[in-house]
T-cell receptor
Framework: AQKVTQAQTEISVVEKEDVTLDCVYE???????LFWYKQPPSGELVFLIRRNSFDEQNEISGRYSWNFQKSTSSFNFTITASQVVDSAVYFC???????????FGKGTTLSVSS | NAGVMQNPRHLVRRRGQEARLRCSPM?????VYWYRQLPEEGLKFMVY????????ESGMPKERFSAEFPKEGPSILRIQQVVRGDSAAYFC?????????????FGPGTRLTVL
């Protein structure tokens, strides 16, 4: 069975701190895709990144970076120099082999205070 | 360049009434997915549709829930005889194609409250 675990329910940091959100997944598929989404207080889900299982290169986009490690089945997300606008619920998701259903973790609520 | 549109954003129903949730996919997207988010939970897949066809409804409750995506107009998620346990946020997503590598783009959700 496929599963995504986000062990951190809530994280609170002060502005300019770096923060890492953990994501561990389980799948028997050899090819799979992982995603991160952001859900700000307004409620919509914003797509952040997609990563396939064959590409273990870390990715950086501005203050965001992602560390994919197949050996530990993890796809962690780091925000550098956090800002108040980063406050949101962050979801990690795994695509099923057919690409139909995204399997979501329960999310990590990040609160950044000034 | 409009994203996925959902309406209404908030819907209040009394037990036993019907709820109709609408979703207009992004322009050029013909694949629609519905998810439900219960309080303190991640999103759970419900159904995947293409125009006029239900492709995968493995996540839909067996009774009272139905979905359609007609040739013209938005996709509709219909809940008959709502109960308090149906209170949740319902998200629609769309994609331009289908496959595990294709990102799904989500709408703002409809928050259903059953009194």
């Amino acid at each position: 069975a496929q599963k995504v675990t986000q062990a951190q329910t809530e994280i609170s940091v002060v502005e300019k701190e770096d923060v890492t959100l953990d994501c561990v997944y389980e799948t028997r598929d050899t090819t799979y895709y992982l995603f991160w989404y952001k859900q700000p207080p307004s409620g919509e889900l914003v797509f952040l990144i997609r990563r396939n299982s064959f590409d273990e290169q870390n990715e950086i986009s501005g203050r965001y970076s992602w560390n994919f490690q197949k050996s530990t089945s993890s796809f962690n997300f780091t925000i550098t120099a956090s800002q108040v606008v980063d406050s949101a619920v962050y979801f990690c998701a795994l695509s099923d082999q057919a690409g139909t259903a995204l399997i979501f973790g329960k999310g990590t609520t990040l609160s950044v205070s000034s | 360049n409009a994203g996925v549109m959902q309406n209404p954003r908030h819907l209040v129903r009394r037990r036993g009434q019907e709820a109709r949730l609408r979703c207009s996919p992004m322009k050029g997207h013909s694949h629609v997915y519905w998810y439900r988010q219960l309080p303190e939970e991640g999103l759970k897949f419900m159904v995947y549709l293409q125009k006029e066809n239900i492709i995968d409804e493995s996540g839909m409750p067996k009774e009272r829930f139905s979905a359609e995506f007609p040739k013209e107009g938005p996709s509709i998620l219909r809940i008959q005889q709502v109960v308090r346990g149906d209170s949740a946020a319902y998200f629609c997503a769309s994609s331009p194609g289908h496959g595990p590598q294709i990102a799904q783009y989500f709408g703002p959700g409809t928050r259903l409250t059953v009194l």
